[in-house]
């Protein structure tokens, strides 16, 4: 069974850096699969901050690109979020999730579909 | 503002039929993914690539797409699908990228 846990601190200082960790057990971070960090803050929707691929390979939300960086421990089974420059509107829960990757072939193209099918319970940080 | 754009809520009687919708440019040519997330737990998947369930997801759960609108369909509401709903798709114009839409709280009355 695959799991994932974050873990980190849960108060970060406004202009500090947040740093998170996800912990994989059941299944390792050097397969074909997107690792990925979504937020949600209080009594908001969810958002996607970005992903990370077995090889390094990043994708990030483009209003917080500048801010974000995401690695991979393979001796760890574990990949990690940083956010830097914090403020209060960073205050969310956190979670880190699988995404796999599956295709259709229509006969003419290849289509190309992403499901996160895995989630850690999340960890709230507060930024204050 | 996102790219997908959801109604806030949507109620539906027990045992009826209640369809949430997604709607954006992104649904055109990208497939539809959706959440189920109930307070104080992680988002739950239940249909990805438009209209597949996940083992263990009931068989009232359905979804659709037709044009620029992805739905999720509950044939049968039980008091235990109320919660939050998201759907996920790919950005239209960097399609390497992810995005939620804005997520629709579903009342079972």
């Known amino acids: 069974q695959v799991q994932l846990q974050e873990s980190g601190p849960g108060l970060v200082k406004p202009s500090g850096t947040l740093s998170l960790t996800c912990t994989v057990t059941?299944?390792?971070?050097?397969?074909?699969?997107?690792w990925s960090w979504v937020r949600q803050p209080p009594g908001k929707g969810l958002e996607w901050i970005g992903e990370?691929?077995?090889?390094?390979?990043?994708n990030y939300n483009p209003s917080l690109k500048s801010r974000v960086t995401m690695s991979l421990d393979k001796s760890k089974n574990q990949f990690s979020l940083n956010l830097n420059s914090v403020t209060a509107a960073d205050t969310a829960v956190y979670y880190c999730?699988?995404?796999?990757?599956?295709?259709?072939?229509?006969?003419?193209?290849?289509?190309?579909?992403?499901?996160?099918?895995?989630w850690g319970k999340g960890t709230t940080v507060t930024v204050s | 503002s996102s790219e997908l754009t959801q109604d806030p809520a949507v109620s539906v009687a027990l045992g009826q039929t209640v369809r949430i919708t997604c709607q954006g440019d992104p649904l055109r040519s990208h497939y539809a993914t959706w959440y189920q997330q109930k307070p104080g737990q992680a988002p739950l998947l239940v249909i990805y690539?438009?209209?597949t369930r996940p083992s263990g997801i009931p068989d009232r759960f359905s979804g659709s797409r037709s044009g620029n609108t992805a739905s999720l369909t509950i044939t049968g509401a039980q008091a235990e699908d109320e919660g939050d709903y998201y759907c996920k798709s790919r950005n239209s114009s960097a399609n390497r990228l992810k995005v939620f839409g804005g997520g629709t709280k579903l009342t079972v009355l």
């Open positions: 999730a699988r995404e796999k990757k599956g295709s259709d072939w229509d006969g003419a193209r290849w289509f190309y579909y992403y499901y996160m099918d895995v």
């Open positions: 990370i691929y077995q090889t390094g390979s990043t």
């Open positions: 059941g299944d390792s971070i050097s397969n074909s699969d997107w």
């Open positions: 690539a438009t209209n």
